[in-house]
């Protein structure tokens, strides 16, 4: 079953703007991760946040821990038509080992 | 290094039939995670290979899947008799440490076999 939800579904934006997504999430967690996905395949990973932590950041990526609401966000700055994927939260809870993900959020850039 | 490969990359069956799924994680990764990705219930976990402790198959949707790692390396998933809501993307992961609850390792993908059934 889903653990989250991600908001928006889709998003369309010029390249060189910037694109926010948000991730809630149900039940008490020890991380969270985003991914990346093309064309329907492989997922790659992109960040992991630990409960204690707030914020981090990694390139042009910035994403934000809430755990008080259960809400995480994913900023992507400057972005570029390569941006265009599905990104997808996907949380661990506190006695758990596998992912429990959101139904994703397709990000289009436009040139 | 060689990241997670998985193999076929596409595989179209007829209805009633066997297929077999393999994953070869990352070398030195301890953990195996599959999953599958369909158009009506996302991403969701199938099974979960720790080293030499016996599989969590909870995710599994029937008793018409089946998985296995040899050697503590490739994995197969097995599906029997096909069906038609089978149709999807599987996924297979790894990560390196031995993960117990609350792990905080990163976990790898393949880049998935997608199954038609016809």
């Known amino acids: 079953s889903q653990q989250g939800e991600e908001d928006p579904q889709a998003l369309s934006i010029q390249e060189g703007e910037n694109a926010t997504m948000n991730c809630s999430y149900k039940t008490s967690i020890n991380n969270l991760q985003w991914y990346r996905q093309n064309s329907g395949r492989g997922l790659v990973h992109l960040i992991l946040i630990r409960s204690n932590e707030r914020e981090k950041h990694s390139g042009r990526l910035r994403v934000t821990l809430d755990t008080s609401k259960k809400s995480s966000s994913l900023l992507i700055t400057a972005s570029r038509a390569a941006d265009t994927a599905s990104y997808f939260c996907a949380t661990i809870g506190l006695n758990d080992y596998k992912l429990s993900f959101g139904a994703g959020t397709t990000v289009t850039v436009r040139a | 290094g060689a990241g997670v490969s998985q193999s076929p990359s596409n595989k179209v069956t007829e209805k009633g039939k066997d297929v077999e799924l393999r994953c070869d994680p990352i070398?030195?990764?301890?953990?195996l995670y599959w999953y599958r990705q369909s158009l009506g219930q996302g991403l969701e976990f199938l099974i979960y290979?720790?080293?030499?402790?016996?599989?969590?198959k909870s995710g599994l949707p029937s008793d018409r899947f089946s998985a296995e790692r040899t050697g503590g390396s490739v994995s197969t998933l097995t599906i029997q008799r096909t069906q038609q809501e089978d149709s999807a993307v599987y996924l297979c992961a790894s990560s390196l440490a031995p993960t117990g609850y609350g792990s905080t390792d990163t976990q790898y993908f393949g880049p998935g076999t997608r199954l038609t059934v016809l």
């Open positions: 070398s030195g990764h301890t953990a």
């Open positions: 290979f720790q080293g030499n402790s016996a599989p969590d």
